[in-house]
């Protein structure tokens, strides 16, 4: 079963920066698209954010310009760094599991989550 376990949450005031980790085990990770999705208080699960297997990378509208997702193979992780955040991006933050190599086909398995608190 795969375990993903994210870290990097934290409390930051608007205009502020993190970066989030999340480590992957029981997978092939290289050949894994890996995504980042958030969840606020009361809505839905979002993308956020995702990177190939070959390292393309795709962006919600939302977060374009301000996030940039990596990945590092040797380590088995994948990373967000959060630049400039707004108080719109307070939510729980999870790592996610390609269904291949593609974002494109979708994402299927989700870690626990970290949450990100933006203070005004």
């Known amino acids: 079963q795969v375990q993903l376990v994210e870290s990097g949450g934290g409390l930051v005031q608007d205009g502020g920066s993190l970066r989030l980790s999340c480590v992957a085990s029981r997978i092939a990770f290289a050949s894994k698209a890996m995504g980042w999705y958030r969840q606020a208080t009361g809505k839905q699960r979002e993308f956020v954010a995702g990177?190939?297997?070959?390292?393309?990378?795709t962006y919600a509208d939302s977060v374009t310009g301000r996030f940039t997702i990596s990945r590092d193979n040797a380590k088995n992780a994948v990373y967000l760094q959060m630049d400039n955040l707004k108080v719109d991006d307070t939510a729980t933050y999870y790592c996610?599991?390609?269904?291949?190599?593609?974002?494109?086909?979708?994402?299927?398995?989700w870690g626990q989550g970290t949450q990100v608190t933006v203070s005004s």
């Open positions: 990177i190939s297997s070959g390292h393309y990378t």
């Open positions: 996610a599991v390609g269904r291949g190599l593609s974002t494109k086909l979708g994402f299927e398995s």
